[in-house]
């Protein structure tokens, strides 16, 4: 298993830049943050474009994947989480036109995964949600076919204030979910695994990565931590994580690693370990971005061989 | 302290064969079903009517009141559960002009408490709830101390199907509404407390209670498990669905010994009324009352 990130918080730092510190500070392998280089609906941690898909040419992929293999690092995938159910069509055309794109830069690069949401229209139930991704992903699982790469979907909710209430941005948060997305794309269609989800919605990591372990193409490695004074100020379970679910490094929250990692390696998981940082607490500077990154490399170290 | 029960579950039995059998097993105390008599909103666990309020007069409120005490039974509050903030305006001036009608009754009989909700658009978010409120609220209060009557609001969020999703039908469920609740209107309006609730919304029972303890007027027994199984299948963010089972008192995760612990600490020595919505021990008035047993031995421990 090897031990590496997802670029998105370097957002004005070159790739290549990126990846000598990545190198010199003992990670191999990198998840590249591929959004749009002219970019549009920027939130926080999205929008960093280190390959621009969009205008790759072979030899362009070519000379990218020999630099990084020449520093010891391999990409563990692409990266890019935009929400394809988005109410508004113009804005749905134009991210899955771009996650189009992130696909075929998959294939020019020889990566095996592009990494994404499903998506979802905040203002519907998961079920109604459901109907509306069968009619938008079976194109799409199709392209990805077509290219001979795999999806992983991360299972985030993409909930974390009312501008996402009540639903979210990515309906691919639940087992009731997960068991009817492979039900129908199994074998392209996978997990991009990131255990701090589970801590806030409660869920069971070992009986999780029991039932779907064969189905996780991409590990990310975040934590998370319940703030217990606002959890409790809001209503507790009723306020779907906003304000209480507080994303931190990987040893600085809740997650039981010890038990990520036996259950990961019990269902036979061979993938990479992607850190991904969005914790507040090293945000601000490259040099508070890459303290953040060591700690969680030492904590998780000991588990990736 | 005394034990009684709701009487809701006994929607075709007359009162008075209810309290018999109350009396008989050695309840002290009931919190009686007040829907009106013509029916309205019918939700499961709601619509009984064992006083007619809308055509109570003294001395017929005097008359129930003097019946129940020569059966050794006092009368903990009327209970109407119904969603004064429900956004259509017919079903929702239909609500409250039937809770004015069991806040006069609750003043005829002498009564310390009418029990019911806040209520709550679903579609709406907390704090949109919360300043429709601030509008609807004010008047019922003020109606209810010209009556000499104090208000408590259950801390049920009313959520159980997609139907109720996500909001839930009533707001008055987090320390934080709470909190604004009690400074609009603290004099008159308190907390019918169900630790039930904070079981499924995991919050802590005794931080809850020692913060709102001065303030919970009516005291419901109910308990509440966790179907591991359904939040494995819909995580935390599904409001309950699916996943919280209302049960008897002793038969879910309710820590009944905290509860009463900090209820004693924090001075309450109201009724506890044993709320009774458990699906195993419904059916006919037998099974209920089989139910209402094991709540009785479950709590008697703790209540003197």
């Known amino acids: ?305 | 302290m005394k034990l009684g029960f709701l009487t809701a579950p006994f929607p075709e039995t007359p009162l008075m064969e209810v309290a018999d059998w109350a009396a008989a097993a050695d309840f002290e105390v009931l919190e009686i079903a007040c829907w009106p008599v013509s029916g309205g909103v019918k939700r499961k666990y709601a619509g009984t009517a064992h006083i007619d309020v809308a055509n109570l007069t003294e001395s017929r409120g005097s008359e129930i009141k003097d019946q129940l005490a020569h059966k050794g039974l006092d009368i903990s509050g009327l209970g109407f559960y119904p969603n004064p903030l429900h956004p259509d305006p017919a079903v929702r001036s239909a609500a409250i002009d039937h809770l004015k009608k069991v806040i006069v009754a609750t003043g005829l009989m002498g009564l310390p408490v009418t029990n019911t909700f806040c209520g709550g658009d679903a579609s709406k978010t907390v704090d949109q709830n919360w300043e429709e409120a601030l509008k609807v609220w004010p008047e019922i209060v003020r109606f209810a101390q010209d009556h000499g009557v104090r208000l408590t609001f259950e801390n049920c969020p009313m959520i159980f199907s997609d139907d109720e999703w996500p909001g839930g039908h009533n707001i008055a469920y987090s320390p934080y509404v709470w909190r604004r609740i009690l400074e609009e209107w603290g004099d008159t309006v308190g907390l019918n407390f169900d630790p039930s609730h904070l079981v499924w919304l995991m919050i802590d029972q005794g931080r809850f209670i020692r913060e709102f303890g001065e303030h919970i007027l009516h005291f419901q027994a109910k308990d509440v498990m966790i179907d591991r199984d359904g939040l494995y299948e819909r995580g935390s963010i599904s409001g309950g669905i699916g996943w919280q089972i209302p049960r008897i008192p002793g038969l879910g995760h309710a820590p009944w010994a905290e509860i009463f612990s900090e209820l004693y600490r924090t001075g309450y020595d109201g009724p506890i009324i044993i709320e009774h919505e458990d699906r195993i021990f419904e059916g006919s008035d037998e099974r209920i009352k089989r139910g209402f047993l094991v709540a009785r031995d479950q709590l008697r421990p703790f209540i003197r």
């Open chain 1, 1 to 305: 298993m090897k031990l590496g990130f997802l670029t998105a918080p370097f957002a004005d730092t070159p790739l290549m830049d990126v990846a000598e510190w990545a190198s010199s500070a003992g990670f191999e392998a990198l998840e590249i943050a591929c959004w749009p280089k002219a970019g549009y609906a920027a939130r926080r941690y999205a929008g960093t474009s280190h390959i621009d898909v969009a205008n790759l040419s072979d030899d362009k992929a070519r000379e990218i994947a020999d630099e990084l293999a020449g520093m010891g690092l391999s990409i563990s995938g692409l990266g890019y989480y935009p929400n394809p159910l988005h109410p508004d069509p113009e804005h749905r055309e134009q991210v899955i036109g771009h996650l189009r794109s992130v696909i075929e830069a998959a294939r020019k690069l020889d990566v095996p995964v592009v990494n994404t949401f499903m998506g979802a229209d905040q203002t519907r139930n998961p079920d109604q949600n459901w109907e509306e991704a069968l009619k938008v992903w079976p194109d799409i699982v199709r392209f990805a076919e077509d290219n001979g790469v795999r999806i992983a979907l991360e299972h985030c909710s993409m909930l974390f204030t009312y501008d996402e209430w009540p639903a979210g941005h990515n309906l691919a948060w639940s087992p009731r979910q997960w068991r009817r997305i492979l039900e129908q794309w199994a074998g392209t269609v996978g997990m991009n695994f990131d255990p701090s989800h589970l801590v806030w919605q409660m869920l069971d990591a070992e009986r999780w990565i029991g039932e779907f372990g064969e189905h996780i193409y991409h590990f990310q490695a975040q934590d998370l931590h319940i703030d217990r004074d606002a959890f409790y100020e809001a209503g507790g379970a009723m306020s779907n994580g906003m304000g209480w679910q507080v994303r931190r490094l990987p040893g600085l929250g809740s997650v039981d690693w010890g038990l990520v990692f036996r259950s990961l390696y019990r269902a036979g998981y061979d993938g990479d370990c992607i850190i991904e940082h969005e914790d507040r607490g090293f945000e601000g500077s490259d040099e508070l971005l890459k303290r953040g990154f060591t700690i969680a490399r030492d904590v998780l170290r000991p588990y990736c061989h």
